[in-house]
């Protein structure tokens, strides 16, 4: 059974840079697309970037385009998000997930449907 567990939250200056992680366990993630999501305090969950199953599609939200990237290792079955310039609206708890079907199209969606295994959540903070 998949799990995933995401890592890497801090305390960060605003301007700073944070490196996020999702590591899954109990399957391989090369056929899963994988969704980041942050939900900041007193907000509903929103998506941030997701990332198809071999990596050579991304979407990401319009207001962190240029500032946030996903990656992938599937060698490592790990996902990454990569946060430059970061402000305070961006602190929150952020998330990544996976769908309940595999697939090797180069497709992956910023919407909450299609996701059914999610990870604990790893929350950072954007203060000076």
Known sequence: QLQ??????????????????????????????????????????????????SGDYRKTRTSV???????????????YLQMNSLKPEAAGVYYCAAPAIRTDQPFCSLTNAPYTTWGQGTPFLVSS
């Open 4 to 53: 995933l567990v995401e890592s890497g939250g801090n305390l960060v200056q605003p301007g700073g840079s944070l490196k996020l992680s999702c590591a899954a366990s109990g399957v391989t993630l090369d056929t899963y697309f994988i969704g980041w999501f942050r939900q900041a305090p007193g907000k509903e969950r929103e998506s941030i970037s997701c990332i198809s199953s």
């Open 65 to 79: 385009k240029g500032r946030f990237t996903i990656s992938r290792d599937n060698a490592k079955n790990t996902v």
